[in-house]
């Protein structure tokens, strides 16, 4: 019910920004845990950050971009968006926009890459030195 669009990558250099959007369209939306993923060159899909709604939200965000990365939702928009801040040639990766059901009450954060079925087409990003 729920279709990703990614936009917002490009080519920077160390130090600079980019804030990267993920357009989603479809029905119950609210009801969806949604992440940022991103992929190197030879690497797997790794988790950046991600977002829940629960007692007012909830985010996450790997040790490696911790304090540089802000995830965030704009609900008039239904846009995800992760600001990037300070990026480093390491950032370079395809980034990914994922979403899942999620109609726990419980507190929970989703991190891996199998927990999440609805996935963009990715974006770019790559970061010189």
């Known amino acids: 019910q729920v279709q990703l669009v990614e936009s917002g990558g490009g080519l920077v250099q160390a130090g600079d920004s980019l804030r990267l959007s993920c357009a989603t369209s479809g029905r119950s939306s609210s009801n969806y845990a949604m992440a940022w993923f991103r992929q190197a060159p030879g690497q797997d899909r790794r988790i950046v950050a991600s977002w829940r709604r629960w007692s007012g939200g909830i985010t996450w965000y790997t040790d490696s971009v911790k304090d540089r990365f802000t995830i965030s939702r704009d609900n008039a928009k239904n846009t995800l968006y992760l600001q990037m801040n300070n990026l480093r040639p390491e950032d370079t990766a395809i980034y990914y926009c994922?979403?899942?059901?999620?109609?726990?009450?419980?507190?929970?954060?989703?991190?891996?890459?199998?927990?999440?079925?609805?996935w963009g087409q990715g974006t770019q990003v790559t970061v010189s030195s």
């Open positions: 994922a979403a899942r059901a999620d109609y726990s009450a419980r507190y929970a954060v989703y991190t891996d890459v199998h927990q999440y079925d609805i």
